[in-house]
């Protein structure tokens, strides 16, 4: 993929808002701290189009981004960071299951998993919304750095456990040595049939 030019477009909370345009889009999903805005940065070549999510008791909002002017990125708000108010964690749910029903040009979504962590309610709750929705799911393990290549295999086994997955539906991903940004790129591109 070569990157001629990003652009935030909006943020918007519910289909009211959402953008108009018709652009296909592909959307990324995970837990808070997974490595979600570093990985759609290092995607996209960078380093500052998205924001962390891990912070606090900020809002929740779906943030569209226009790329090319071919296709749209969409960061949708991190889940389960334990100090976010309640009242904001309730609103996750309705917020994406609305989105993944609702989002007619949408083409795929990438959920991310840290090769650390074993998969929690909500992490399960979107990949069943995703099915429910019948929108392809592309998963990712991030921070692959994190262990080494011969412990992969043992250290991953939750994660499949967890989701039903088998190992060869994931893509690995490292920000530190770019491991797997290419074969995320022809995932997405495949999904937006570009
Ligand atoms: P988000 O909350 O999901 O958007 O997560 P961030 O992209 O902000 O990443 C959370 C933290 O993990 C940051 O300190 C990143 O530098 C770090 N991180 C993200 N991806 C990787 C990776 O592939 N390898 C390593 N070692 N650290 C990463």
Redesign the pocket.
């Given at each position: 993929m070569i990157i001629r030019s990003t652009a935030f477009i909006k943020s918007a909370t519910h289909p009211g808002n959402y953008p108009e345009a018709s652009l296909p889009e592909v959307a990324f999903a995970?837990r808070?701290?997974?490595?979600?805005?570093?990985?759609i940065n290092t995607l996209v070549n960078r380093r500052g189009l998205v924001r962390?999510?891990?912070t606090p008791g900020r809002t929740q909002l779906l943030n569209f981004f226009d790329i090319n002017g071919e296709f749209s990125l969409v960061d949708l708000p991190?889940y389960g960071f334990a100090k976010v108010p309640l009242a904001v964690k309730k609103d996750w749910g309705p917020m994406v299951r609305t989105y993944l029903e609702r989002r007619e040009q949408l083409k795929g979504v990438v959920v991310?998993f840290d090769i650390r962590r074993v998969p929690r309610e909500e992490d399960l709750d979107l990949l069943d919304w995703l099915e429910e929705f019948e929108v392809p799911t592309i998963p990712v393990i991030?921070?692959?750095?994190?262990i080494s290549r011969n412990r992969r295999a043992a250290q991953v086994k939750p994660i499949l456990e967890a989701t039903g997955l088998p190992l060869e539906a994931f893509s690995f991903?490292?920000?530190?040595s770019k491991e797997g940004r290419e074969d995320i790129w022809e995932r997405i591109e495949d999904a937006l049939e570009l």
């Open positions: 995970g808070s701290n997974v490595g979600k805005s570093t990985l962390t999510s891990s991190g991310l991030t921070k692959v750095d994190k991903f490292s920000a530190l």
